[in-house]
């Protein structure tokens, strides 16, 4: 094999790896509620106006593809 061969091959391995190094994820998502409840307690600290608070969600449904993240 000639370097104009190899040398295409290992550029396209390395983008490679880099991409699928890059999937992973570092912390567990945020809700909306969890991000609501954030963004008051942030508004607070900073003596800004208050959002107005956030419901619980009612239940946690579980979606087809969340095996994947868990």
Do not use: H, N, W
């Given at each position: 094999?000639?370097?104009?061969k190899?040398?295409p091959?290992?550029?396209?391995?390395?983008?490679?790896?880099?991409?699928?190094?890059?999937?992973g994820?570092?912390?567990?998502p945020i809700?909306p509620?969890e991000?609501?409840?954030q963004e008051?307690r942030?508004?607070?600290e900073?003596g800004?106006a208050l959002?107005?608070?956030?419901?619980?969600p009612?239940k946690d449904?579980?979606f087809?593809?969340?095996p994947l993240?868990?």
């Amino acid at each position: 094999m000639s370097f104009r061969k190899i040398a295409p091959m290992l550029v396209l391995c390395a983008v490679g790896l880099s991409l699928l190094a890059g999937c992973g994820r570092r912390t567990p998502p945020i809700t909306p509620y969890e991000a609501a409840v954030q963004e008051r307690r942030e508004a607070q600290e900073a003596g800004e106006a208050l959002p107005p608070e956030p419901a619980p969600p009612e239940k946690d449904r579980r979606f087809l593809l969340d095996p994947l993240i868990d």
